[in-house]
């Protein structure tokens, strides 16, 4: 009797079985290695994290509780500026309300005049071209009688046609820069009555040293 191949045995492949068998072990294998590998990166990763997250306390609690070794001495600075803030307000005794007053005058030219009454002291040098008006305790405009004096004083200056009014305030104080700027205003008033064009008058009023008086008004011919 005839063998029929009708029922597929001849297509049959002895070595099939194995060959799936080996491909499921192998990727059994991988996907065993991938998990120990996820597993393990989680693990270090959730390590690292607490690491980071107690490194951010420690830091905190050694912040919290060290002592301020610095703190001191960034006060006692601050304090020793303060109080030098201070002493500039007293010397040069700036008050907060506007008021007329005294002024003394020096006058660089060439010799001494005469001992001027109320306290308006003037003193030659070496120019007439530059003048310096100190205004005395808390003045900020001029008397008629100061007034009159004063334009004796500027009238070189005047003849000359240009001039600037430079007034020097300690840096920082906002109050000694208005009030110079106020004296500066003073004088330049005067000057433009005594028929000075106001476009050939440059008034200045900067910072300096910390020692800088803003009391001085500095007239010079340009």
Do not use: C
Request: avoid cysteine; aromatic fraction near 4%.
């Amino acid at each position: 009797m005839r063998h029929s191949d009708e029922d597929g045995s001849d297509i049959f492949w002895p070595g099939y079985v194995d060959a799936v068998t080996n491909l499921v072990l192998n990727l059994l294998f991988l996907l065993t290695i991938m998990t120990v590998a996820v597993f393990m990166f989680a693990l270090e990763l959730g390590r690292a994290s607490k690491g980071g997250a107690t490194q951010k306390t420690e830091a905190s609690n050694v912040k919290v509780t060290s002592p301020p070794s610095a703190d001191p001495v960034k006060e006692n600075a601050e304090l020793k500026r303060e109080i030098q803030r201070l002493n500039m307000q007293l010397a040069q005794r700036v008050p907060q309300k506007v008021q007329p007053g005294v002024v003394e005058k020096t006058v660089d030219i060439a010799s001494a005049l005469p001992q001027p009454q109320k306290r308006l002291d003037k003193t030659l040098g070496a120019s007439d071209t530059d003048v310096v008006v100190r205004f005395a305790d808390e003045a900020v405009t001029f008397t008629p009688a100061e007034q009159g004096r004063l334009r004796e004083t500027l009238k070189p200056i005047v003849a000359h046609g240009k001039t600037s009014i430079v007034v020097e305030v300690p840096a920082g104080f906002s109050e000694a820069k208005r009030m110079g700027y106020y004296r500066a205003m003073e004088v330049r008033n005067l000057l433009i009555d005594m028929k000075m064009p106001k476009e050939n008058i440059n008034v200045l009023v900067r910072e300096g040293k910390s020692n800088a008086n803003a009391a001085l008004v500095r007239v010079k011919a340009r």
